[in-house]
Nanobody, 124 residues
Framework: QVQLVESGGGLVQAGGSLRLSCAPS????????MGWFRQAPGKEREFVAA????????YYADSVKGRFTISRDNAKNTVYLQMNSLKPEDTAVYYC?????????????????WGQGTQVSVSS
């Protein structure tokens, strides 16, 4: 059974940085697309960033482009989301997601597996 475990969330002041990690278990994800989504209170879950594990292609939401970086470590079988210049509007629960294949999707329906989420809070 595939499980995605996120870590690295927390409370940070505006302008600060956090790094989220997603460690899939149950298999290696060498032929998967890995994505990060977030959901703020009262809002829909939205796409943040994604990476094709095999090709290394990345894609970002406009709201985080230039501030967030998604990457993967093959040796550790882990995906990271480095978040810099954080803003209060980045406050949300962040979810790691995965789907077999190489084509990046920005839609929730494009991902088969989901983690439990990790809270990121940015104070002003």
């Amino acid at each position: 059974q595939v499980q995605l475990v996120e870590s690295g969330g927390g409370l940070v002041q505006a302008g600060g940085s956090l790094r989220l990690s997603c460690a899939p278990s149950g298999r290696t994800f060498s032929s998967y697309v890995m994505g990060w989504f977030r959901q703020a209170p009262g809002k829909e879950r939205e796409f943040v960033a994604a990476i094709s594990w095999s090709r290394g292609n990345t894609y970002y939401a406009d709201s985080v482009k230039g501030r967030f970086t998604i990457s993967r470590d093959n040796a550790k079988n882990t995906v990271y989301l480095q978040m810099n210049s954080l803003k209060p509007e980045d406050t949300a629960v962040y979810y790691c997601a995965a789907d077999p294949g190489e084509l990046i999707s920005i839609n929730r329906s494009g991902y088969r597996y989901w983690g439990q989420g990790t809270q990121v809070s940015v104070s002003s």
